[in-house]
């Protein structure tokens, strides 16, 4: 190991310190022998000895004091600028061992630092890609086409998606640091109650269909899953809370139900009809022959209705498909009507209803003549309906200004009448009016569709007009001609499929 | 000693299924009454005494269950079995047939044959005869 000047120095100090010693213990001896004696020379060299000691050890002094300033200039710099570095010191600088082992200890200390600044950076990464996850979470979450809610072990919503704010009639900021629970935020007791079911131990999820009335007062039906998030399956952490919107499904089924249940009623009740009376008419031989020609008669007639209400219902869903062929040509309405006239007579008769026909001469319309026929039959099967006993059917089209497209056919009755708050509801399936105090006969289908014959299928317009207890006026508007692109129409109709009504 | 002819009110909106039930029923020894809404059967149960009552569900101003619901709550009429006729496309649930005395449901299309059979097995568990 190389030796410093400072040790060199100090190892020639106890050299002389050596030296004075002797001279001091050699001199003391000499007095003793001879007192008189005291060599001059002994404490001469005492002197110079002890004087060049003690400017060595000044000298020594200075440089270690400088070598100190070095050392600690140097460590305050580091301090100033955070930075580990060495301490720079010369090899026969007094302090030169003590920089040595400090330069070791800081080498030891800038290893650490780097290993800590590199996890450092390591930690930052991974806060940043904790941060991405969870605003990634937050935004699938808020994207979700389902209310989501999620509670902590509290009770407290920590996250609510749009949805969820919407329902619910409150919102979250991303930075809330406080949180209320949800008893002081939801109005809806099914909710709360699901929330503390959840925060009470349920182990699995909750699912329960629910039906709450929404901040606009709307009525919603929901499918909501409760699910209680556990840490290591122990303690509860969260309970996430998903709300699906079945109402259009429940209504879609209930309107569906609803359909089922008229389709049924309408062709359970004709068959029950024919049924009894065929049944009547097997197990009573001795029957009289007008009662048995009376019975076929309602067979018969029943059988008619069954098959009316089944043309209806398919021809009224060929329509709402798109799928109803319709060959429109110019039609004559007196020709047209004759067959119509026909067949409503024998209802009519049978309640001793007076139909009356006021046709101008020579008129046309441009229709599908058996939908048009149909509808003319519709209205005026209606209007014997709803005719009291002894009343009157009266079926006009007047004539037509030659510059007028329009043709208008008009059916009034001298029946009910039909108040206005119905007016809307007559054209929809299925409704039917009272005739006093009983609901009269039919499906309610037969105006259902001849309003769709008429303006979806012709584009022509079906009104009415009504004052209760005096008689209803419906009026068909249908073109007379032609439209200009009726060419390409008429070639592109398609053979008609159901649509019987006879 | 003549045991009185048992009475059977029938309602129903259908004037067809009306009229053979009835026939059917008078024919075999009942004393019928006739009804066309649920209101005018209700009315009738007010004037004369039945011993059981065969309505429709479906009928105007008052159905099938509203009036034999009705009937339960009367003290006087709540014993008189009811049959229900339905063309319903579903089975009524027996909570919508609670505080009622429908004691047999018979689906459209039936046979009157059947009816009749179910009407006398009827009156016959309450001892009632037809004349």
């Given amino acids: 190991m190389k030796m410093i000047l400072e040790e060199r120095i100090h190892r020639l100090l106890l050299a002389l310190y050596g030296v004075v010693a002797f001279l001091a213990v050699w001199g003391l001896w000499s007095r003793a022998a001879d007192p008189e004696r005291l060599p001059a020379g002994s404490w001469a060299a005492i002197g110079a000895v002890s004087a060049i000691g003690a400017i060595l050890e000044v000298l020594m002094r200075m440089r270690t004091r400088k070598a100190l300033k070095l050392m600690e200039t140097q460590i305050k710099k580091m301090s100033d600028e955070s930075q580990v570095g060495m301490v720079m010191v010369e090899d026969d600088q007094p302090v030169a061992n003590l920089a040595s082992i400090l330069n070791h200890y800081l080498t030891t200390l800038r290893t650490e630092l780097d290993e800590l600044s590199l996890q450092h950076r390591e ?30 072990a ?22 809330a640091k406080v949180y209320r629970t949800a008893d002081e935020l939801i109005a809806m007791p099914q909710i709360l109650e699901l929330i503390e079911q959840a925060r009470m131990g349920a182990a699995q999820p909750i699912r329960k269909e629910i039906r709450i009335v929404d901040p606009s007062g709307a009525d919603r039906c929901f499918k909501t899953t409760v699910c209680p998030v556990r840490v290591r399956g122990e303690a509860l952490w969260a309970i996430v809370m998903i709300l699906h919107d079945v109402t259009q499904e429940r209504e879609l089924a209930e309107m569906k139900n609803e359909f089922v249940n008229h389709v049924s009623h309408e062709l359970r009740t004709p068959l029950c009809s024919i049924k009894a009376y065929v049944q009547d008419l097997i197990e009573d031989e001795h029957k009289g022959a007008p009662e048995r020609t009376e019975f076929y008669r309602i067979i018969s007639n029943e059988a008619d209705r069954l098959q009316r209400f089944i043309d209806n219902i398919l021809n009224l869903s060929c329509i709402e498909s ?74 006009q089209a007047p004539p037509i200004n030659e510059e007028e497209n329009i043709c208008r056919i008009t059916v009034i009755d001298t029946g009910i009448g039909i108040a206005d708050h119905d007016r809307e509801l007559v054209f929809d399936k299925f409704y039917r009016a009272k005739s006093g105090s009983t609901m009269a006969g039919g499906s309610g289908l037969g105006l259902a569709l001849a309003k769709k014959i008429v303006e979806n299928l012709h584009g022509g317009k079906l009104h009415l007009e009504s004052c209760p207890g005096k008689g209803s006026i419906f009026t068909i508007e249908l073109p007379r001609r032609a439209p200009v692109d009726a060419g390409q129409k008429e070639a592109d109709t398609l053979v008609p499929a159901i649509r019987t009504e006879q | 000693m003549n045991t009185p002819t048992p009475v059977i009110l029938v309602a129903d909106d259908e004037a067809h299924i009306l009229r053979i039930v009835s026939l059917k029923l008078s024919r075999a020894g009942f004393s019928v009454v006739s009804a066309y809404d649920g209101r005018t059967a209700w009315d009738q149960l007010q004037n004369q005494f039945v011993d059981l009552v065969i309505s429709d569900y479906q009928m105007p101003e008052m159905n099938g269950i509203e009036l034999a619901q009705r009937m339960y709550a009367d003290e006087r009429l709540a014993r008189i079995p009811v049959i229900l006729l339905t063309a319903k496309s579903f089975n009524l649930a027996r909570e919508d047939m609670a505080d009622t005395n429908i004691v047999a449901l018979v689906s459209k299309p039936f046979g009157p044959t059947e009816l009749l059979e179910a009407a006398k097995n009827i009156l016959r568990a309450v001892n009632v005869e037809a004349g």
């Fill in chain 1, 123 to 152: 930690l930052d990464l991974q806060i940043l890609a904790v941060d991405a996850e969870k605003q990634n979470t937050e935004a699938v979450i808020k994207s979700i086409s389902d209310a989501v809610m999620v509670l902590n």
């Fill in chain 1, 322 to 395: 798109g799928l109803m062929p319709v060959c429109p040509v110019a039609i004559n309405l007196a020709d047209a009507l004759t067959e119509v006239i026909r067949l409503i007579q024998p209802s009519a008769q049978e309640k001793n209803i007076c139909v009356e026909v006021d046709l101008a001469e020579n008129l046309e319309v441009w229709a599908d003549i058996d939908l048009f026929r149909q509808v003319v039959l519709n209205l005026l099967s209606n209007a014997v309906k709803y005719t009291p006993n002894g009343g009157k059917v009266i079926l």
């Fill in chain 1, 154 to 175: 509290f009770g407290e919503p920590i996250l609510v998606n749009r949805l969820a704010e919407e329902l619910f009639g409150f919102t979250i900021e991303s930075d």
